[in-house]
């Protein structure tokens, strides 16, 4: 059985679409796809897509991102009334949102926001990122850091799991040394809404032996503190010179040691 990673497929782009709908229906039947996050805002295009990806994996695990809860037209109220949807879709479906066990692997997916660890954010940030206009939240959710708390206690539970692998996933970054040190000054402006501190910390005390990533669209394959971190993101068309277009296996438990 092999494991690929995937992450911010942004199928809204028909190039995107075109090729995640054209992934072989044959080659990958005894494998899992670890999706992590930004795949749509849209619903039914989301429910098209992990539908289509379903019967082509044994398994799907999924953990949405922050482009999944901006709302639309739909009949939803908050960001968070989106999740808990988003989640009742995927078990509808057979996708994956809770820890899964696959024999001596066990994956581990992590939900969680950005709470500005990374840094704070510049006022044109804080205009020109869309989550502070697309998502809507319930009042108990003041701020960025109360809903990455929100949802870092929803991993809890799961920071327990041991097995003789164990991949963990997230959507969001759990540390900002992941970013290559070539990223240019003005880049470094998105840097305060790429993950969080918090969610570092729960990577270390689950302590996996891979951590997958998303939302950066920096593709990497890097080892810190004895966890190796990828970000296998699709990313949007135009961005070809940092990501791989491809999935990318992150373990084979069929191999055979050399």
């Given at each position: ?15 995107n ?28 295009l989301?429910?098209?897509i992990?539908?289509?990806l ?12 922050n482009?999944?809860?901006?709302l639309?037209?739909?009949d939803v109220d908050?960001s968070l009334e ?11 479906l057979?996708v ?5 066990h ?5 994956v581990?997916?992590?939900h ?5 660890s990374?840094?704070?954010p ?16 319930p ?6 850091e ?13 920071l ?12 969001f ?27 570092g ?14 939302h950066s ?7 810190v503190?004895d ?13 070809e010179?940092?990501?791989r ?11 055979k040691?050399s």
């Amino acid at each position: 059985m092999r494991f690929f990673a995937l992450s911010d497929i942004h199928v809204d782009y028909s190039e995107n679409l075109d090729w995640i709908e054209a992934v072989s229906s044959d080659k990958y039947r005894n494998d899992v796809l670890i999706l992590a996050g930004d795949a749509t805002d849209d619903l039914v295009l989301l429910e098209r897509i992990l539908s289509g990806l379903r019967v082509k994996f044994s398994s799907v695990l999924f953990v949405p991102g922050n482009h999944e809860l901006w709302l639309r037209e739909e009949d939803v109220d908050c960001s968070l009334e989106k999740f808990s949807i988003i989640k009742k879709l995927c078990q509808s479906l057979g996708v994956e949102t809770d820890v899964a066990h696959f024999g001596e692997v066990s994956v581990v997916p992590l939900h969680s926001w950005y709470d500005f660890s990374f840094g704070q954010p510049s006022r044109h940030l804080l205009r020109a990122w869309r989550d502070f206009r697309e998502c809507r939240w319930p009042g108990f959710l003041d701020g960025a850091e109360a809903i990455n708390k929100h949802f870092l206690a929803m991993n809890t539970d799961r920071l327990g799991v041991s097995n003789d692998k164990v991949i963990s996933f997230s959507h969001f970054m759990p540390r900002i040394d992941l970013m290559p040190e070539r990223i240019p000054e003005k880049r470094k402006i998105v840097y305060p809404v790429l993950g969080s501190e918090s969610l570092g910390k729960q990577v270390s005390q689950l302590n996996p032996d891979i951590h997958i990533y998303g939302h950066s669209h920096v593709n990497r394959n890097i080892e810190v503190d004895d966890i190796c971190y990828v970000n296998n993101a699709f990313a949007y068309p135009s961005e070809e010179n940092i990501s791989r277009k491809k999935l990318y296996c992150v373990l084979n438990t069929n191999s055979k040691p050399s």
